[in-house]
Nanobody
């Protein structure tokens, strides 16, 4: 069982930056690949980024590539999402998720554990 708690969301102007954190409970954090997803009002939850168990492999949605960076610190049981050059279309609730799987990590259904989400609002 893994419990995830996101933090770091807020209101920022276009072009600004935010750093999201996701703290995980338990002693097996390093055995899970981690992902960030987001959901805007009236839309389906969509993939943002994922990172491998050890942190050496990352993958991003085209819409955030070059602007967002996912990273993890297994000693602190935490995964991060650094978001730069934010746009109004980045406005959403951001969720972190954990999975013991190693393939198809861009899909919501591949993740077993989810946080409660943190709101990110980018004003124009």
């Amino acid at each position: 069982q893994v419990q995830l708690v996101e933090s770091g969301g807020g209101l920022v102007q276009t072009g600004g930056s935010l750093r999201l954190s996701c703290a995980a409970s338990g002693r097996t954090f390093s055995t899970y690949a981690m992902g960030w997803f987001r959901q805007a009002p009236g839309k389906e939850r969509e993939f943002v980024a994922h990172i491998s168990r050890g942190g050496s492999r990352t993958y991003y949605a085209d819409s955030v590539k070059g602007r967002f960076t996912i990273s993890r610190d297994n000693a602190k049981n935490t995964v991060y999402l650094e978001m730069n050059s934010l746009k109004p279309e980045d406005t959403a609730v951001y969720y972190c998720a954990a999975t013991p799987r190693i393939y198809d990590l861009g899909y919501v259904g591949q993740y077993d554990y989810w946080g409660q989400g943190t709101q990110v609002t980018v004003s124009s």
